[in-house]
């Protein structure tokens, strides 16, 4: 076997494909009723008995300093029953994740416009704001910090810090082989910048919700949200309570992509219901969640590549700087994934990436579907198609002499589970009729440009080492002979109850209807960590995998004693209490050796894109994208088919319309009349192909599909539009004043 040979898979007939729109007829959402008739049961939509409003006074100022609160006038307002400060708060103030360093209100300082200093809750809305109005807050402004690359100056004035300590929230260095060796090996060398934007997640449904006293002494919360356990124990924390003093409810989400993984006002809800002793509704305006709500991470990226007069890679060297405005939710993870995600799947001599992450007056940002690989993704992918060019080879041929063997080290020498994703999709990729055609062609008299661009991309599973990658769930015989599996994960849309009904049915042997999900609330499931990071499906394949074997035998058992040919139903009525429930607990998959935010799972996936320009306006038309999947198993075909077409709109809106710019520390945009997304209008004609296999004794089972899509479609399109415009795209979103822009260059 050649050096060549080693990198190819065995012709496509060894890949098990289907195209899970067929297999979608056939698998029907349970909550589509619900949605389709507008009742899903929203938390946004819920009206608690004698609930007052709750309003938050934000900041107008991106960064100044608090000298006073007075809020006398607002409390002896008629219909006022509370207003809160940070002097209310009698337990942990601040909250966050890696780094906690969000106040529930600030009191010495704000950093962003919108920061919470005060809030009120009265019997009506009207009421609630004009209480706001007779708060007095006296700021003494401070220098605004609005570049990433000015906030990390070392000359910069203490008062510009937007923390004490700095603005350098976190920073990595990672190198690995002999870097001068590699590039003097290498025949050519490519260098550019690439610039991502800052993106809104633009959900419908806004950030609210309800927290109301139980009248125990303890608290209700019903709010949209990845982690119910985790609210809990913030809003626990924040008011000297015990966990189980708090009951929070987080499901069903009306459209989250990462936006609603941290909390927001969920604290100040909770804050203001303890104080009144009343249920109090928060809802966010759109205006007031552009301010306080988290972005996509805007990036520069520094790429510098190195080939062999071979056109395999020598070397890569990356420098990344990022800003994550006033605050950490999730930045120092999303800058790690940016890290891990820069070599790609690709196999190199030598790599040196280093990465920076800077705070800001520039609001917040956190997690965002794609979450920091999108970036370095988007930048990679052109990267390869210049290279190819380099070394006078198709972009595919040059992937795939490219390709890191299947059970190579992850992308940082970390262990990885063996897989072979890539160069299934790829392979797969390649062969598609779309790709076999030309690349590049005009019509219209040359008016209209069209390209077409293939990107391969992979992508990691479940949180990094070190992060909460433990699970808990509990499958049960529920009294009325329902098989239920309950787990803190929430529904975001993503139809997880439909494939939770589908894996029970493959595990257990029993049909889909006889399976109730239990989702998201604390006081009926356990801790089972973050919907997140394409995780959830994986887990519950895996807890299903695991308890299979119990359940059957319980099952068995009981019938031995009870009878063979009783119905679940009967057979729940004749146990009672001592019905079959299994606790199970999945640990870190990650082994104890790897590097701390590393991932040992992966997925992948590739797609070929197909795009017009029209060369008089700048209008870019997406027409067609071909998505390849390699993520295993379909564990419900209508989810599959959602998580990847609604990803690869995202996408297009990332690469062709949204960049929510901000100046002097204000959004130039507050609402969907300046801010604009891609809607149905603007989908292309989408093919999507999953590769079910996986190598052989795979321990992992399906990979996510929650994300890919958006990581996936990004570099294709920009890929696509680079071989329309004959030109290399190096900034993003690609406006049609900036396709103008390059098509006036020079060809390079």
Same mark, same amino acid.
């Given at each position: 076997?050649?050096?060549?040979?080693?990198?190819?898979?065995?012709?496509?007939?060894?890949?098990?494909?289907?195209?899970?729109?067929?297999?979608?007829?056939?698998?029907?959402?349970?909550?589509?009723?619900?949605?389709?008739?507008?009742?899903?049961?929203?938390?946004?939509?819920?009206?608690?008995?004698?609930?007052?409003?709750?309003?938050?006074?934000?900041?107008?100022?991106?960064?100044?300093?608090?000298?006073?609160?007075?809020?006398?006038?607002?409390?002896?307002?008629?219909?006022?029953?509370?207003?809160?400060?940070?002097?209310?708060?009698?337990?942990?103030?601040?909250?966050?994740?890696?780094?906690?360093?969000?106040?529930?209100?600030?009191?010495?300082?704000?950093?962003?416009?919108?920061?919470?200093?005060?809030?009120?809750?009265?019997?009506?809305?009207?009421?609630?704001?004009?209480?706001?109005?007779?708060?007095?807050?006296?700021?003494?402004?401070?220098?605004?910090?609005?570049?990433?690359?000015?906030?990390?100056?070392?000359?910069?004035?203490?008062?510009?810090?937007?923390?004490?300590?700095?603005?350098?929230?976190?920073?990595?260095?990672?190198?690995?082989?002999?870097?001068?060796?590699?590039?003097?090996?290498?025949?050519?060398?490519?260098?550019?910048?690439?610039?991502?934007?800052?993106?809104?997640?633009?959900?419908?449904?806004?950030?609210?919700?309800?927290?109301?006293?139980?009248?125990?002494?303890?608290?209700?919360?019903?709010?949209?949200?990845?982690?119910?356990?985790?609210?809990?124990?913030?809003?626990?924390?924040?008011?000297?309570?015990?966990?189980?003093?708090?009951?929070?409810?987080?499901?069903?989400?009306?459209?989250?992509?990462?936006?609603?993984?941290?909390?927001?006002?969920?604290?100040?809800?909770?804050?203001?219901?303890?104080?009144?002793?009343?249920?109090?509704?928060?809802?966010?305006?759109?205006?007031?969640?552009?301010?306080?709500?988290?972005?996509?991470?805007?990036?520069?990226?520094?790429?510098?590549?190195?080939?062999?007069?071979?056109?395999?890679?020598?070397?890569?060297?990356?420098?990344?700087?990022?800003?994550?405005?006033?605050?950490?939710?999730?930045?120092?993870?999303?800058?790690?994934?940016?890290?891990?995600?820069?070599?790609?799947?690709?196999?190199?001599?030598?790599?040196?990436?280093?990465?920076?992450?800077?705070?800001?007056?520039?609001?917040?940002?956190?997690?965002?579907?794609?979450?920091?690989?999108?970036?370095?993704?988007?930048?990679?992918?052109?990267?390869?198609?210049?290279?190819?060019?380099?070394?006078?080879?198709?972009?595919?041929?040059?992937?795939?002499?490219?390709?890191?063997?299947?059970?190579?080290?992850?992308?940082?020498?970390?262990?990885?589970?063996?897989?072979?994703?890539?160069?299934?999709?790829?392979?797969?990729?390649?062969?598609?009729?779309?790709?076999?055609?030309?690349?590049?062609?005009?019509?219209?008299?040359?008016?209209?440009?069209?390209?077409?661009?293939?990107?391969?991309?992979?992508?990691?599973?479940?949180?990094?080492?070190?992060?909460?990658? @433990? =699970?808990?769930?509990?499958? %049960? #015989? &529920?009294?009325?002979?329902?098989?239920?599996?309950? !787990?803190?994960?929430? *529904? +975001?849309?993503?139809?997880?109850?439909?494939?939770?009904?589908?894996?029970?049915?493959?595990?257990?042997?029993?049909?889909?209807?006889?399976?109730?999900?239990?989702?998201?609330?604390?006081?009926?499931?356990?801790?089972?960590?973050?919907?997140?990071?394409?995780?959830?499906?994986?887990?519950?394949?895996?807890?299903?995998?695991?308890?299979?074997?119990?359940?059957?035998?319980?099952?068995?058992?009981?019938?031995?004693?009870?009878? @063979? =040919?009783?119905?679940?139903? %009967? #057979? &729940?009525?004749?146990?009672?209490?001592?019905?079959? !429930?299994?606790?199970? *607990? +999945?640990?870190?998959?990650?082994?104890?050796?790897?590097?701390?935010?590393?991932?040992?799972?992966?997925?992948?996936?590739?797609?070929?894109?197909?795009?017009?320009?029209?060369?008089?306006?700048?209008?870019?038309?997406?027409?067609?994208?071909?998505?390849?999947?390699?993520?295993?198993?379909?564990?419900?075909?209508?989810?599959?088919?959602?998580?990847?077409?609604?990803?690869?709109?995202?996408?297009?809106?990332?690469?062709?319309? @949204?960049?929510?710019?901000?100046?002097?520390?204000?959004?130039?945009?507050?609402?969907?009349?300046?801010?604009?997304?891609?809607?149905?209008?603007?989908?292309?004609?989408?093919?999507?192909?999953?590769?079910?296999?996986?190598?052989?004794?795979?321990?992992?089972?399906?990979?996510?599909?929650?994300?890919?899509?958006?990581?996936?479609?990004?570099?294709?399109?920009?890929?696509?539009?680079?071989?329309?415009?004959?030109?290399?795209?190096?900034?993003?979103?690609?406006?049609?004043?900036?396709?103008?822009?390059?098509?006036?260059?020079?060809?390079?």
């Amino acid at each position: 076997m050649t050096e060549l040979d080693r990198h190819f898979l065995p012709p496509s007939s060894a890949h098990a494909l289907s195209e899970p729109l067929a297999d979608a007829h056939c698998d029907v959402r349970p909550d589509v009723a619900s949605k389709l008739t507008g009742n899903p049961g929203f938390l946004t939509d819920r009206v608690a008995s004698g609930q007052l409003r709750g309003v938050i006074l934000g900041s107008p100022h991106p960064h100044a300093r608090i000298l006073h609160i007075d809020a006398r006038k607002a409390c002896l307002l008629p219909g006022v029953i509370a207003v809160v400060t940070h002097a209310d708060i009698r337990g942990v103030a601040h909250y966050g994740l890696r780094k906690v360093d969000r106040p529930v209100l600030c009191h010495d300082k704000v950093r962003c416009v919108g920061d919470p200093v005060a809030a009120v809750a009265a019997v009506d809305l009207e009421t609630a704001c004009a209480a706001l109005a007779l708060i007095e807050v006296t700021y003494a402004p401070l220098p605004l910090v609005d570049d990433a690359e000015a906030a990390l100056a070392e000359d910069l004035a203490p008062d510009a810090h937007v923390h004490t300590g700095g603005n350098l929230l976190h920073g990595v260095d990672h190198q690995r082989g002999d870097m001068a060796a590699a590039e003097a090996a290498s025949a050519h060398v490519l260098e550019d910048s690439y610039h991502t934007p800052r993106q809104m997640h633009t959900y419908l449904e806004t950030e609210g919700g309800v927290a109301e006293p139980d009248g125990n002494g303890g608290l209700r919360l019903f709010f949209g949200g990845h982690n119910p356990a985790r609210e809990r124990q913030v809003i626990a924390d924040m008011l000297g309570l015990a966990p189980d003093q708090v009951q929070a409810v987080g499901t069903p989400v009306g459209g989250s992509y990462g936006g609603k993984d941290e909390l927001t006002i969920q604290p100040i809800a909770a804050l203001l219901a303890w104080k009144a002793q009343r249920p109090v509704r928060l809802h966010l305006t759109r205006p007031q969640s552009v301010d306080l709500g988290v972005k996509r991470h805007p990036m520069r990226i520094r790429m510098r590549t190195g080939i062999d007069a071979q056109g395999r890679l020598t070397f890569q060297q990356v420098d990344i700087l990022a800003d994550t405005g006033a605050y950490a939710t999730h930045g120092p993870e999303v800058l790690d994934a940016a890290v891990e995600h820069a070599p790609g799947p690709y196999q190199y001599r030598a790599v040196r990436i280093q990465a920076r992450l800077a705070y800001t007056n520039n609001g917040i940002a956190g997690a965002f579907r794609g979450f920091g690989a999108v970036q370095v993704q988007f930048a990679l992918e052109q990267h390869m198609d210049r290279l190819a060019a380099l070394a006078g080879m198709a972009p595919d041929a040059f992937r795939a002499i490219n390709l890191a063997s299947p059970d190579a080290p992850g992308p940082l020498g970390q262990h990885v589970v063996a897989f072979d994703g890539p160069h299934r999709a790829l392979d797969v990729a390649r062969q598609q009729g779309l790709w076999q055609g030309p690349h590049h062609w005009r019509d219209g008299e040359g008016r209209y440009a069209y390209g077409v661009g293939l990107a391969l991309i992979h992508r990691s599973d479940g949180f990094g080492k070190g992060g909460p990658s @433990e =699970s808990r769930m509990q499958l %049960a #015989l &529920a009294p009325d002979g329902l098989i239920e599996l309950r !787990c803190g994960f929430t *529904e +975001l849309g993503q139809n997880l109850g439909g494939a939770i009904r589908n894996l029970c049915a493959q595990w257990l042997g029993c049909q889909p209807s006889d399976v109730r999900p239990v989702l998201g609330d604390t006081a009926l499931t356990p801790d089972s960590g973050p919907v997140a990071a394409s995780r959830a499906t994986t887990l519950v394949w895996r807890a299903l995998a695991q308890a299979k074997d119990e359940w059957h035998s319980l099952i068995a058992r009981a019938r031995a004693e009870w009878g @063979e =040919s009783l119905s679940l139903a %009967a #057979l &729940a009525q004749r146990l009672g209490d001592a019905r079959p !429930c299994i606790d199970i *607990e +999945l640990h870190a998959e990650d082994p104890a050796t790897n590097a701390h935010d590393t991932h040992f799972v992966f997925g992948a996936c590739a797609a070929v894109a197909q795009v017009r320009v029209d060369t008089w306006s700048g209008m870019v038309q997406v027409q067609d994208l071909v998505m390849c999947t390699a993520l295993g198993p379909v564990a419900s075909a209508q989810g599959y088919l959602g998580q990847m077409e609604g990803g690869a709109v995202m996408g297009l809106g990332m690469s062709l319309l @949204e960049e929510l710019e901000c100046e002097g520390g204000h959004y130039t945009a507050r609402n969907l009349d300046a801010y604009f997304i891609p809607s149905i209008m603007d989908a292309p004609r989408m093919q999507l192909i999953a590769i079910e296999n996986l190598p052989p004794n795979d321990p992992i089972g399906p990979r996510g599909a929650g994300e890919i899509s958006v990581n996936l479609a990004v570099p294709a399109i920009a890929n696509a539009l680079a071989a329309a415009l004959q030109r290399p795209v190096s900034r993003l979103p690609m406006t049609p004043l900036r396709v103008i822009a390059l098509l006036e260059q020079s060809p390079t």
